[in-house]
């Protein structure tokens, strides 16, 4: 309901996640307002493409 609520209110809503962009929440989110009714929402889904991502932990991967 908060969602919907807000993308009503403002017209646009950004998504930020740590996991792939395909079929992640952003996706979901833009599914909900579809079967909702909610129309004319920019949507700004900010992630991981889906492409191979080099695996490592924070501090090798922050390092490169």
Do not use: H, W, Y
């Not at 017209?11 to 979901?28: D, H, I, P, Q, W």
């Not at 307002?33 to 004319?40: E, H, P, R, W």
Request: net charge negative; charged share 25%.
């Amino acid at each position: 309901e908060l969602i919907i609520d807000l993308a009503s209110r403002t017209k646009r809503l950004v998504t930020v996640e740590e996991n792939a962009l395909s079929g992640g929440f952003g996706n979901s989110v833009v599914e909900l307002l579809q079967k909702s009714g909610v129309s004319d929402i920019r949507v700004k889904s900010i992630g991981i493409p889906d492409e191979f991502v080099e695996q490592g932990t924070q501090a090798v991967l922050r390092s490169k």
